[in-house]
Antibody, heavy 119, light 110 residues
Framework: EVQLFESGGGPLQPGGSLRLSCEAS????????MHWVRQAPGKGLEWVSSVSPTSDNIFYADSVRGRFAISRDNSNNMLYLEMSSLRAEDSATYYC????????????WGQGTLVTVSS | QSVLTQPPSASGTPGQRVTISCSGSRSNIGSNPVNWYQHLPGTAPKLLIY???QRPSGVPDRFSGSRSGTSASLAISGLQSEDEADYYC???????????FGGGTKVTVL
C-alpha cells in the first residue's frame, strides 16, 4: 500500500527556519517525481515545489523561490523541504504528493503537517 | 488570485448533475493536461480525473472531465451526499514554469 507521511511542522516566529520530512512507503521512491503542495487556512491548494526522480530537475513557486529548498534521499525513501526566512503567509498545511507520470498528476498524498508562523 | 479560475461554489440536489468550470490560458490548459482533485477538510486530497478524462481505479464513473481550448470542466452526475467537498483543477503552466491550481469550488448537496 502506497503511503506518505509528513512530519516536522510546528509553530515558529517570522524569520525562522524549519525542515519538513515526508516518509514514503509501499513504492520505490526513485521511480517518481515528488511535490510539496500547501493549503493556508481558509484558502485553496497551492503548489510549492517539485523534484524529479534523480533530483536533476527542481522547480519552485515564485512565492518560495530563494527561501525553500526541496531535496530527496531515495535510498531512505525520504523527501524534504527546507524552509527559511519564514513569513506569516507561509502558514499552511504542507502535503507531499507523488507524481504518477512527471506531468503533475498527484496520485497519492500524505495527510499533511501544519506550519504556523506567528510572532 | 489563482491562475486557473473556478467558481467558488456549486450546488445540486441528490441525483442531479453538477458541472464545475476551470478557465485558464494558452500557457496552461490550452497546451497541457488538466487534473481534478476532491478534497475533504482534514483529509488528503484525492485524484479524481487526470490526462484525457481518465479516472484512477476506485473513482466512480459519475465523475467525468473534459477540455476545450483554454477551459476545462468537471461533471458530477447522479450527485450524492458524499460528493460534498472542495474540487480543484490543476495544470502545468509553460510561462510560470510550475504547476498551478484553481481556487477551488465548494460543492454542496442540498
Amino acid at each position: 500500500e502506497v503511503q506518505l507521511f509528513e512530519s516536522g511542522g510546528g509553530p515558529l516566529q517570522p524569520g525562522g527556519s524549519l525542515r519538513l520530512s515526508c516518509e514514503a512507503s509501499g513504492f520505490k521512491l526513485s521511480f517518481y517525481a515528488m511535490h510539496w503542495v500547501r493549503q493556508a487556512p481558509g484558502k485553496g491548494l497551492e503548489w510549492v515545489s517539485s523534484v524529479s526522480p534523480t533530483s536533476d530537475n527542481i522547480f519552485y513557486a515564485d512565492s518560495v523561490r530563494g527561501r525553500f529548498a526541496i531535496s530527496r534521499d531515495n535510498s531512505n525513501n525520504m523527501l524534504y523541504l527546507e524552509m527559511s526566512s519564514l513569513r506569516a503567509e507561509d502558514s499552511a498545511t504542507y502535503y507531499c504528493a507523488r507524481d504518477r507520470d512527471q506531468y503533475g498528476t498527484f496520485d497519492y498524498w500524505g495527510q499533511g503537517t501544519l506550519v504556523t508562523v506567528s510572532s | 488570485q489563482s491562475v486557473l479560475t473556478q467558481p467558488p461554489s456549486a450546488s445540486g440536489t441528490p441525483g442531479q448533475r453538477v458541472t464545475i468550470s476551470c478557465s485558464g490560458s494558452r500557457s496552461n490548459i490550452g497546451s497541457n493536461p488538466v487534473n481534478w482533485y476532491q478534497h475533504l477538510p482534514g483529509t488528503a486530497p484525492k485524484l479524481l480525473i487526470y490526462s484525457k478524462s481518465q479516472r484512477p481505479s476506485g473513482v466512480p464513473d459519475r465523475f467525468s472531465g473534459s477540455r476545450s481550448g483554454t477551459s476545462a470542466s468537471l461533471a458530477i452526475s447522479g450527485l450524492q451526499s458524499e460528493d460534498e467537498a472542495d474540487y480543484y483543477c490543476e495544470s502545468w503552466d509553460d510561462s510560470l514554469n510550475g504547476w498551478v491550481f484553481g481556487g477551488g469550488t465548494k460543492v454542496t448537496v442540498l
